[in-house]
């Protein structure tokens, strides 16, 4: 592993690679002044209509006021101004219904939560938002999970987050679609450098160069490197990002080519028993826990307009992924003198390869904008797990004592076919109807090669195919030129992917991602989202939104954990999530300011016995007889979500050349994983923990200044006033005192975990840019 602290520069590929580029290609920059029309410096301004993607495949759009949810939209300046570390840090400061897990204690690891679903890089967590760049889902096909250490924030130019069931972005599509765009050279022409450093020992390098080629093509590449210690101990991490992008544009026809290529190594150590926690919060409790990830992806975008009412729009796609892991783990069978290897070391290789072709027309007669699409992705996974018995070290770490043994390995397909259509019909200038439906067919299967080729006692061999209907219809009024209502209705679906059919079996927990198992089959997750609201603008350039939202799961996919290493995927009858969204906010001279309100009731609502060992009420229920079971009720809250959740953001222009910006959020309390009934109590002896962890709240202060023309010094200051707290929390059984030591399996107890939020930090940098537009 690269050390921390090693220069960012020094024997790299990557960034040797842009470096060459930036100096090959800087000097033919020069910046352009177009003539000025004298009619047109005398026009009138008209307002600027901000336009919205509907598909995922690239098009014209359509404006956003016409879109019946709570749409919401940030470019690169907004995520310049809040000088966020990368994409999840960014939405959880800044955008309503958000907030973060920062369950793994990694910065690039976190659970993003978007009314009330989940986009993680954790398999086990249950998966349900869909994330495209450029038009291609970049879920992982083994787990659905989103690694968001591969995106190339220097490279995004616009984030869209549409809320709801949206069919038109297919699978796992189930709460919500988050679309990113990135920048193209004539978009962004110049090049620009930017290095930043402080707190846990961060090290940042980001580089960026944008150009015209010719009369229409244009280049875009990115770099960005960092290397961190981390804030608790032996949790380093290092990110290497490039990103090209080249192409054309016309009047009539354009394209785009983009090569992506990322090369990371993270150690998140996860959550914290409370115990150890209040004795010093930096410590870990076993390690190490290392995930390396290695994709490198390939996307062809164009469109062409084929006339006044026609357009056609592809999307092709290559995608290579690699990933590695390496769990230091407690070993479960502990017991000397009988069995004295204390910890166990998991170690997994997954490798996936997947394509896809999407396909778009788009018919735009007088009162209608029909668009009808095809789509094609399939995707090829293996994946292995070894295991090796050893001993915990002073620091918890575990030293292999035996030999690496193969526990599982498996080979997994699936591939979706879809068709769609989305029509958005003008009834009248100030009314719209959207109809639109998608039809999916997913088919999905294992192959046990442990078996076959190795002679391993395992029958992982599976095979699922699921076809649904999604529809979907809402309806947009402007009342008036400052007020609008929307509504709309909508359905979307999930397929298991492989990892979760084959681990589905309660008698038969994974270590995920570490185990596998024969196991029954799956049903496909169906979401049904209703949303009203209205939205407006006031006096002196406001901007308000007040939305309600209800969405409705059947077969729901959750991961019920074991409470020590391990758990299953179940479906699970019903669960709901309803709330409301309300937010405020005003540009006007030199202050932007920003208020957010959301309210997210996330339940249970059907009844269900599961496993939950380490909560106090385990087989105490007469409706639940099974092991370590407890009994989920309707009603009952799904963890990890609290109910309230509050954000400020405001950024002051002082003077011409100095800027301050704060962000202000907070959330109210949340029950922890493992406390599914919300009944646990703690009793002081057996078991520890309330089952909830606290709300919090925390101020971030960033300040920017402008030294001279295209040199820009900035500076962050993160939780200003050092608040203890924490993102979320499981029960489960801790093995280690206070201070970390070993203890006798006799004298193991019942504990809260939690996954404690990040101490005060600051970070200062400089923004150089020359051959384009001024910061």
């Not at 080629?213 to 960092?226: K, V, Y």
């Not at 357009?311 to 590695?324: F, K, N, P, Q, V």
């Not at 788009?362 to 009162?367: C, D, E």
Request: hydrophobic share 35%.
């Amino acid at each position: 592993m690269t050390h921390p602290c090693r220069p960012i520069w020094r024997h790299h590929p990557l960034a040797s690679a842009a470096l060459l580029a930036l100096a090959a290609s800087a000097p033919a920059v020069h910046a352009q002044s177009a003539p000025v029309d004298a009619a047109a410096a005398t026009a009138t301004v008209l307002p600027a209509v901000e336009v919205v993607g509907t598909t995922p495949v690239p098009g014209t759009g359509v404006p956003k006021d016409q879109i019946p949810s709570n749409v919401q939209t940030a470019n690169e300046r907004r995520l310049r101004q809040l000088q966020s570390l990368n994409l999840p840090d960014f939405m959880s400061s800044a955008l309503p219904s958000v907030n973060v897990n920062q369950t793994q204690g990694n910065p690039y690891q976190m659970d993003v939560n978007y009314r009330g679903f989940t986009a993680s890089p954790l398999l086990g967590t249950p998966q349900g938002l869909s994330v495209f760049l450029d038009g291609v889902r970049v879920n992982e096909a083994f787990g659905d999970v989103v690694n968001w250490d591969l995106i190339p924030m220097a490279a995004l130019s616009t984030i869209t987050l549409l809320p709801g069931s949206n069919p038109l972005f297919g699978l796992n599509t189930l709460g919500g679609a988050l679309s990113l765009q990135t920048k193209s050279g004539d978009t962004h022409p110049g090049t620009e450098i930017e290095f930043e450093g402080g707190s846990f020992g961060r090290i940042s390098t980001d580089l960026s160069h944008g150009r015209t080629l010719g009369e229409n093509g244009h280049l875009f590449m990115s770099f960005s490197g960092l290397n961190e210690d981390g804030w608790r101990d032996e949790s380093p991490s290092r990110i290497r990002q490039l990103f090209v992008k080249g192409g054309q544009r016309t009047s009539d026809w354009s394209w785009d080519a983009s090569v992506g290529h990322a090369d990371n190594s993270l150690i998140g150590n996860g959550p914290l028993p409370e115990s150890m926690l209040a004795q010093r919060r930096e410590q870990v409790y076993t390690r190490p826990d290392v995930t390396e990830n290695r994709t490198t992806q390939f996307t062809l975008n164009t469109t062409a307009r084929l006339g006044e009412q026609w357009e056609m729009g592809a999307t092709a796609y290559a995608r290579r992924s690699r990933a590695d892991t390496l769990n230091g783990d407690l070993n479960d069978d502990y017991d000397p003198p009988a069995v004295t290897e204390s910890g166990v070391e998991n170690r997994t290789h997954t490798k996936t390869d997947g394509e896809g072709l999407a396909v778009q027309a788009t018919w735009a007669p007088k009162m209608h904008r029909v668009s009808f699409g095809l789509s094609h992705d399939r995707a090829r996974s293996s994946f292995m797990q070894t295991e090796a018995e050893g001993v915990l070290d002073g620091t918890r770490a575990v030293i292999p004592t035996q030999g690496a043994e193969t526990d599982a390995q498996i080979s997994g397909r699936s591939r979706t076919t879809s068709v769609y259509v989305h029509d958005l019909i003008s009834l009248q200038p100030n009314l719209q109807l959207t109809v639109s439906g998608r039809y999916n067919d997913t088919h999905v299967s294992t192959v046990d090669d442990g078996r076959i080729q190795l002679g391993l006692p395992t029958t992982l061999d599976g095979e699922g195919r699921y076809r649904k209907f999604n529809p979907a219809i809402g309806a947009t009024w402007q009342a008036t030129p400052s007020l609008t209502a929307y509504g709309s209705w909508s359905q979307g679906n999930r397929a298991p992917s492989p990892i979760e059919l084959g681990c589905s079996d309660p008698a038969n927990a994974c270590v995920l991602p570490n185990a596998l198992q024969s196991d029954p089959p799956l049903e496909q997750v169906v979401s049904r989202t209703v949303e009203a609201g209205v939205r407006g603008s006031l006096p002196h350039g406001m901007r308000w939104n007040a939305s309600a939202f209800r969405t409705e799961n059947t077969n729901d996919l959750l991961f019920i954990s074991n409470g020590l290493a391990a758990g299953y995927f179940s479906n699970f009858g019903r669960t709901l999530r309803q709330g409301v969204e309300l937010s405020l906010s005003q540009q006007s001279g030199a202050l932007t300011w920003g208020v957010s309100y959301s309210y997210l009731r996330a339940t249970f609502e059907s009844s269900a016995c599961i496993v939950a060992e380490a909560n106090s009420t385990a087989e105490t229920s007469a409706a639940c007889t099974g092991d370590d079971e407890i009994e989920v009720r309707p009603g009952d809250r799904l963890p990890g979500l609290p109910a309230h959740t509050f954000k400020l953001t405001a950024d002051l222009q002082v003077t011409p050349s100095w800027n301050m910006g704060l962000q202000v959020r907070a959330q109210s309390s949340q029950y922890v994983r493992g406390n599914e009934n919300n009944a646990h109590q703690a009793d002081g002896v057996d078991f520890q923990g309330t089952g909830r962890v606290a709300g919090f709240g925390v101020l971030d202060l960033t300040t920017r200044w402008t030294l001279r023309p295209g040199w820009e010094l900035f500076a962050k200051v993160s939780n200003v006033f050092d608040r203890r707290h924490s993102t979320g929390g499981q029960l489960g059984e801790n093995a280690f005192d206070a201070n970390g030591a070993l203890q006798a399996p006799a004298d193991w107890r019942q504990e809260q975990f939690v996954a404690p939020g990040a101490p005060r930090a600051a970070w200062i940098g400089l923004r150089v840019q020359f051959g384009g537009a001024e910061l």
